[in-house]
């Protein structure tokens, strides 16, 4: 079965840094679904990749996928304290059905 | 506003009851499906279902039991066969018919077992 792995599990920088996610997959990726958490709250769906090198953005989030390294990143430009969560990976199933793995996460804090 | 609900927000149970959480949805999604989160384990998938009267067992599907009787709503038993029920429990949708149909969810409720 795949698994995702993210890293780094938590991380804490001030408000107005710049940070990067990653989310490497164990097999080959079809596509990568990238999605926010608040805590004790359901998940919002930020965006989906689809194809190798593709990059997309969201206001002051990027995310690429890069399938060559089975690998994802999610970069956040001049972070603000809305921007604190848990930030999960997900990727779909090879069997072209919509069954997704997820990854277990990144804590974010942001220090005002 | 279309969306995901799910019912109710916090549930508490004694051991060796059953419990049902609710969950609906009226973005007239094909596909819906129910989720456990547990601390450092991210989410894992415990039953979905592709179309009214259909649905397959996740990965950790034991001691949890569905139905899928109408297209909007996919209620989740939590059965007293379930040997660690303590959780937060995700409902979600989507579009059927691909791969790249991301999935909508609801708020969550999260069950504790007294």
């Known amino acids: 079965s795949q698994e995702l792995e993210q890293s780094p599990q938590s991380l804490i920088v001030q408000e107005g840094k710049n940070l990067t996610i990653n989310c490497t997959s164990s097999k080959t990726l079809y596509g990568l679904y990238w999605y926010k958490q608040k805590y004790g709250e359901g998940l919002i769906f930020l965006m989906m990749?689809?194809?190798?090198?593709e990059e997309k953005s969201h206001e002051k989030i990027t995310a690429k996928l890069d399938e060559k390294k089975q690998q994802s990143s999610l970069h956040i430009t001049a972070s603000q304290p809305s921007h604190a969560g848990i930030y999960l990976c997900g990727a779909p199933d090879s069997g072209g059905y919509q069954k997704v793995t997820f990854g277990t996460g990144t804590k974010l804090q942001v220090i005002p | 506003d279309g969306g995901i609900t799910q019912s109710p927000k916090y549930l508490f149970r004694k051991e060796g009851q059953n419990v049902t959480l609710s969950c609906e949805q009226n973005?007239?999604?094909?596909?819906m499906y129910w989720y456990r989160q547990d601390p450092g384990q991210g989410l894992r998938l415990i039953y979905y279902?592709?179309?009214?009267?259909?649905?397959q067992k996740g990965d950790i599907a034991e001691g949890y039991s569905v139905s899928r009787e109408k297209k909007e709503s996919f209620p989740l038993t939590v059965t007293s066969a379930q040997k660690n029920p303590t959780a937060f429990y995700l409902c979600?949708?989507?579009?059927?018919?691909?791969?790249?149909?991301?999935?909508?969810f609801g708020p969550g409720t999260r069950l504790t077992v007294l």
């Open positions: 973005l007239n999604h094909d596909a």
């Open positions: 979600a949708s989507s579009r059927a018919g691909g791969p790249y149909n991301e999935q909508f």
């Open positions: 990749l689809q194809k190798g090198g």
């Open positions: 279902s592709q179309i009214v009267n259909d649905f």
